[in-house]
């Protein structure tokens, strides 16, 4: 089992969350966070003033899958994410271990 | 070391809690989170209004442990959050190769 | 590719990632968070009253990292997140299996 945590644009939250569900994920976890990446300390220039980039809102967003579908997820998800520009967001993959379904108290696969 | 997360119900947060306490768990990390499992796209009928369930509200334990203590957690996890209806949550495990208590320096089973 | 992630003191976030900057690291996730540690329980004095320590909050910092610099990592932060006061935090290190940046397609050390 693999858990694929994806760094997102907010307002791409709903589409990301359809085109997985399109591909047959079956649930996921949404929370709150704020970053940057290469493009920190870069200025730019908002109703005239120009400011320093800081922390920008993000969506994280995590998906428990199986390792067989992990690399379509991966697709899906880079292709709905990406719009071309600079804070596009990160994916990172890691190994689990163990999955349980609290109420069934299934494990493994069947518990995703 | 191993690194239990728990999406939880957050009316269960001082329950389960209490419990991985009275094992002897000695810290914990919370934070808000939403997602869904299974039931989505699942209609509801709230109020006389039918709806689409969508994100709930959930809360995000994670609690480092101890391999040798980790099943008992599950154990003292699943028992604590299962209500037995739908949204019960999902509890996963991953491999820490680290940890360090930043006060003392120490790392690894001291650490924790 | 590892990740840090590290539970720190709220008021020190702007300290620790400055210097996480001036090392050389080129993003990070931050998101809100609260937990305790030992100190569970332990009862203090505010404004006169005895309370119970509860749930602090706290900040959870996530950082990419390639395996060279790891250690210099986890080094940067210990000596900036640490006050010498109980609460000072926790840091833990997993392996990531998987980085990409969305808007290149980058893979591994080059999506960092
Ligand atoms: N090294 C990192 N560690 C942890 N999180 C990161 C890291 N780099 C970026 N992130 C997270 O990913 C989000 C999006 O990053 P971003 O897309 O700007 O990456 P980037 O490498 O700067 O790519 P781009 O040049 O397309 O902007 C950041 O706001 C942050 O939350
Ligand atoms: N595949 C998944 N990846 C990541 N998080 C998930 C996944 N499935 C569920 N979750 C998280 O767990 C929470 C609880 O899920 P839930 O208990 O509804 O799972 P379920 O499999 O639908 O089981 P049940 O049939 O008992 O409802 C969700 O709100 C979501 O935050
Ligand atoms: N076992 C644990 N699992 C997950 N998170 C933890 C654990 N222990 C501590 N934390 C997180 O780290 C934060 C800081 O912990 P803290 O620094 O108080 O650790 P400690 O071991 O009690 O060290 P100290 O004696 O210096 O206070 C907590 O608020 C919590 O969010
Ligand atoms: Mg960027
Ligand atoms: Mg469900
Ligand atoms: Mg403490």
């Known amino acids: ?6 760094i997102i644009r907010p307002e791409k939250t709903d589409e990301i969350r359809q085109a997985l569900e399109n591909y047959g994920v079956q ?3 949404i929370s709150q ?10 200025t730019q220039v908002y109703r005239g003033a120009e400011y320093t980039v800081d922390l920008l809102p993000k969506v994280r967003l995590e998906v428990l899958v199986e390792e067989s579908t992990c690399d379509d997820i991966l697709d899906v ?3 709905t994410a990406n719009t071309g520009s600079a804070g596009d967001g990160k994916i990172w993959v890691t190994n689990v271990e163990e999955v349980i379904r609290v109420r069934t ?3 493994g696969m069947a518990a995703v």
Chains 1, 2, 3 share one sequence.
């Open 105 to 107: 108290g299934e494990r």
């Open 77 to 79: 998800l880079i292709s």
């Open 33 to 42: 966070a704020s970053g940057y990446g290469r493009q920190r300390g870069h």
């Open 27 to 29: 649930g996921m976890t």
């Open 1 to 6: 089992m693999k858990l694929v945590t994806a």
